[in-house]
């Protein structure tokens, strides 16, 4: 039954709260995978996996009893929807965390878990020395499932919601300026993107399976790196095999993992031309060689430099790391220098390309940005020109061009806002806007409290809660998520 609001205004509450059920129906599936370590493993959790799986399918079978009046659903059920999602499945996805024995307080395991949907990173597990694999697996699950959206994996999985706002809940998910279909149908579209994530994460798997790496590690790491999460099976992460090797099969992929995903799939299916005209992977290929040597230059100054492996490998490996807001990084990355912060945030605010499973602004909003006030300077010299900004060699819509400002603009207010939050709540003040920085961003590093792996356990729990909340901003690109606290979304 639709429940009724302030102006008459209504949500399909029952259409919600199935579809809600589908994508619960659909975590537990992906549940099986640490009860199944677990049981290889014979670690003592198996049965609070269980139960959590039992929990969390139970939930979801039940609300898909609902029988809505009718399965249609607007732009405002379809950004609702977005938003509960994955605070409900996050609120689920917990219950592993909670159930083992990790120790961890609702609010620590709800900041973990909506930090792996998000594919942020940052945790608050003090070592994971002692952590069982099928924790550390589900870890690497939930950012899997994030990287493109759980969402995204349901219109794929379940055609009905092309007649029920699909295209809504599509564009209300995925990131970027505008949502081309590559496909007649939304579902098939989601499919096909799927298709080369689960495609990628597979050859990943099997290239890091031939290094020192056992077949766990490489499934973990597999996940964390397509997804862009940077979620570690260990206290050392990547120091404990040293692996040249690991390092350029991960930066390949994590320099994959911020490429559009809808230019990959038209790559694969023979339209190569497309690379040479998409602005936002030139500027991206160009922003990684720029970043590589300003990081080098750096090293060299600093006299960091220890053999050549340091101005190469291990340079290039943090620069796609950072951009594609993975945040893997070397122990000592701080150390190096002034030069190297700056760079580093320059990484985390920019982000790579729309479209792919990493954070930050994105390069396509900057460069329809440049080229909006590369138009303004040269009108004031010629006021009577007609200027457009072009993106691959298109025209963009005056709508668009000013949807990407505001997406700028509130993006760096977020960041004000939140960083004098965190101040309050008593956050140092260079920790407290970094750390906004990077959870809007989805990086996950941290800076003194935290140190640069972003180990988030001794900042306070209000301050979780405020990190979670820009988290999930930062994830579903701020419009999504802000624009229910305001009148106008409930007004008809």
Excluded at 178 to 203: C, E, F, M, Q
Excluded at 293 to 312: A, C, K
Excluded at 332 to 338: A, E, K, V
Aim: hydrophobic share 50%.
């Amino acid at each position: 039954m639709p429940v009724y609001l302030k102006h008459r205004a209504y949500i399909n509450l029952r259409m919600l709260l199935r579809v809600i059920g589908y994508l619960l129906v659909i975590e537990s599936i992906f549940m099986v995978v640490p009860c199944f370590t677990a049981l290889v493993y014979k670690e003592s959790c198996i049965i609070p996996l269980l139960i959590s799986l039992a929990v969390t399918a139970g939930c979801g079978v039940g609300m898909t009893f609902l029988k809505p009046k009718t399965r249609e659903m607007g732009k405002r059920e379809a950004i609702l929807l977005t938003a509960l999602t994955w605070v409900i499945l996050s609120m689920f996805g917990m219950l592993p965390f909670l159930f083992s024995n990790t120790h961890l307080s609702v609010t620590d395991a709800f900041f973990e878990t909506m930090s792996g949907f998000t594919t942020t990173g940052a945790s608050v597990l003090n070592t994971l020395s002692n952590v069982p694999k099928s924790i550390l697996i589900w870890r690497c699950v939930v950012q899997w499932i994030g990287g493109l959206g759980i969402i995204l994996f349901t219109l794929a999985v379940m055609p009905m919601l092309n007649y029920s706002g699909g295209m809504q809940l599509f564009n209300a998910e995925v990131t970027g300026i505008t949502h081309d279909k590559l496909r007649p149908r939304v579902s098939y579209t989601a499919k096909s993107l799927w298709g080369v994530y689960i495609i990628l994460t597979t050859i990943l798997i099997i290239l890091l399976s031939f290094s020192d790496m056992g077949l766990f590690d490489a499934v973990c790491y597999g996940l964390s790196t397509m997804s862009t999460g940077g979620f570690s099976t260990s206290d050392m992460s990547l120091g404990q095999w040293n692996s040249i090797y690991i390092k350029i099969v991960m930066s390949v992929f994590m320099f994959l993992g911020g490429v559009n995903f809808a230019l990959i799939y038209n790559v694969s299916q023979g339209k190569v031309k497309n690379l040479f005209k998409n602005d936002a992977l030139k500027v991206y290929c160009w922003i990684v060689v720029i970043c590589y040597l300003l990081l080098t230059l750096n090293m060299i100054i600093s006299g960091m430099v220890r053999n050549v492996e340091d101005v190469t490998i291990d340079t290039i490996f943090q620069t796609i790391s950072i951009l594609s807001s993975t945040g893997i990084t070397e122990p000592d990355f701080l150390d190096s220098g002034s030069l190297s912060i700056v760079v580093l945030i320059f990484m985390m605010f920019m982000g790579a390309c729309a479209g792919s499973t990493s954070g930050g602004a994105k390069i396509d909003r900057f460069i329809v940005l440049i080229k909006f006030l590369k138009n303004e300077f040269y009108k004031m010299i010629h006021p009577g020109t007609v200027t457009t900004v072009c993106i691959n060699g298109k025209g963009t819509s005056t709508a668009i061009v000013q949807k990407t400002l505001a997406f700028l603009f509130l993006y760096g207010i977020v960041i004000i806002l939140g960083g004098m939050a965190l101040c309050l709540m008593g956050l140092p003040i260079k920790d407290s806007f970094f750390c906004a920085l990077s959870a809007i961003s989805n990086t996950g590093l941290g800076t003194d409290i935290t140190g640069i792996a972003g180990n988030y356990a001794h900042v306070p729990d209000i301050a979780k809660w405020t990190l979670t909340f820009i988290m999930l901003v930062g994830r579903l690109e701020l419009f999504t998520i802000l624009l229910i606290f305001t009148p106008t979304f409930w007004k008809k």
